[in-house]
């Protein structure tokens, strides 16, 4: 396993430090907590980390996919914390497009003011379809993706719209609102294969490619609420972050600027004792570029979610209450 270097793993820490301090004032006109707390949760979840390149002379981008399972699972969620389990169904895949093997951590906070990603892919094992031949792939088990990234965001406008509301269903949204969001990004990245080239042609001629970016980040996301209970919200981040790539150990260094888009989605249902939810996320980070082709990383998911919520009131100590 390749070690993440300090420089990468300090600035991770400061992003994550408290980012409860700042409370905001809700309008229950617009936003109302669920009273019951407690959520029982059934899921279907799909997650994944893709490697896209884009030659200048073609608009379509060529795409190494994981062949990753669909993991069906159960979850208990108490106010801000929960705890799910699930298992990736190895029938629903399809034995043509090869082997994936992958550890994929993706963190998402939605708070009141302040959002945090973070995100920590390790996968093996990749499918390339032929873009004139529908069914016929080419194999990469070779080919390795190393992925950790923080992205932490400010909301504007969290005592009118809520990110909870629409990503985590613990909140009802009873009005449509939207907000602006400013923000950071970092990200650490390692793609590596075993034959002489990166990506089986011209675009990379070495084994190994890294990268480290930062940058800032603009967003803005709005819930559309239908009939009360039904809502639709979309949101988009772009980003332009400053880093460099290198090759062969961290040699040939190359400081550039990469742009980066974070687009994310939520529909569904929400009421006092269930909800149902479908939200999609896919975070696409520009990670190396040259005349040749522009190298991007997507990172993904999509979940459907069905949450069941009762009445609980657990006997909660008195130093915990504050934070709670």
Not at 269 to 275: I, K, T, V
Request: proline fraction near 4%.
């Amino acid at each position: 396993m390749t070690r993440i270097p300090k420089y990468v793993i300090i600035p991770i820490f400061l992003l994550l430090f408290p980012i409860n301090i700042l409370r905001a004032q809700v309008d229950t006109s617009y936003v109302v907590k669920f009273k019951r707390e407690l959520a029982l949760q059934a899921y279907l979840s799909k997650k994944y980390t893709s490697l896209s390149y884009q030659f200048p002379s073609e608009y379509n981008e060529h795409e190494y996919m994981p062949n990753s399972r669909t993991r069906l699972g159960v979850g208990v969620m108490w106010k801000a914390f929960a705890l799910y389990l699930g298992y990736g169904f190895k029938f629903l895949n399809d034995a043509d497009k090869g082997n994936t093997k992958s550890l994929d951590l993706q963190l998402h906070y939605y708070g009141r003011r302040f959002l945090i990603d973070f995100f920590g892919q390790n996968y093996q094992g990749f499918y390339m379809e032929y873009p004139e031949k529908s069914g016929n792939y080419v194999l990469r088990p070779d080919l390795k993706i190393f992925q950790y990234g923080v992205v932490g965001q400010y909301v504007f406008n969290g005592n009118k719209f809520s990110y909870t509301a629409a990503f985590n269903q613990d909140e009802w949204q009873k009005r449509s609102a939207g907000s602006f969001h400013l923000g950071l990004g970092l990200y650490y990245s390692l793609m590596m294969a075993d034959s002489s080239y990166l990506l089986g042609g011209t675009i990379v001629n070495h084994q190994e490619l890294r990268s480290v970016l930062v940058g800032p980040n603009l967003g803005y996301a709005y819930t559309f609420v239908i009939g009360r209970r039904f809502f639709i919200t979309p949101s988009l981040t772009v980003g332009l972050h400053v880093g460099f790539t290198s090759v062969d150990k961290w040699q040939n260094k190359d400081v550039d600027a990469y742009p980066a888009v974070f687009p994310r989605i939520a529909l569904g249902y929400n009421a006092e004792r269930w909800a149902l939810c479908l939200s999609y996320t896919n975070n696409k980070v520009s990670t190396a570029k040259s005349e040749d082709a522009t190298l991007k990383l997507n990172t993904g998911s999509l979940l459907l979610i069905f949450s069941r919520r009762f009445s609980f009131h657990p006997k909660i100590p008195d130093f915990l209450k504050p934070i709670l």
